[in-house]
Nanobody
Framework: QVQLVESGGGLVQAGGSLRLSCAVSGIIFSNKDLGWYRQVPGKQRELVAS???????MYVDSVKGRFTISRDNAKKTVYLQMNSLKPEDTAVYFC???????????WGRGTQVTVSS
């Protein structure tokens, strides 16, 4: 079965750092585009960062310069390094994997990130 399991969330003070991990199983990993999304109550889920199968990265303006997405194809894991965290980064963070050949997408269950002021 397909599994995307996020970890690394928690409570951190403003200005601190966290590293999120998403372990993927049950699908071919190396040919997938990957992304980290976040969602807060009353808001739409927002794409925060993405990395293509070829390694190209994208970041939403609000996290640019603070967050770094990376992937380890051997470990079938995608990471989100979050530095200089702000209270507005507080959200549930979701891992996503998408096939660029087929119209298919997969989601993790999310991990809570809380940034205190």
């Amino acid at each position: 079965q397909v599994q995307l399991v996020e970890s690394g969330g928690g409570l951190v003070q403003a200005g601190g750092s966290l590293r999120l991990s998403c372990a993927v199983s049950g699908i071919i990993f190396s040919n997938k585009d990957l992304g980290w999304y976040r969602q807060v109550p009353g808001k739409q889920r927002e794409l925060v960062a993405s990395i293509s199968s070829g390694g190209s990265t994208m970041y939403v303006d609000s996290v640019k310069g603070r967050f770094t997405i990376s992937r380890d194809n051997a470990k079938k894991t995608v990471y989100l390094q979050m530095n200089s965290l702000k209270p507005e980064d507080t959200a549930v963070y979701f891992c996503n994997a998408r096939s660029t050949v087929f119209q298919s997408t997969y989601w993790g269950r999310g991990t809570q990130v809380t940034v205190s002021s």
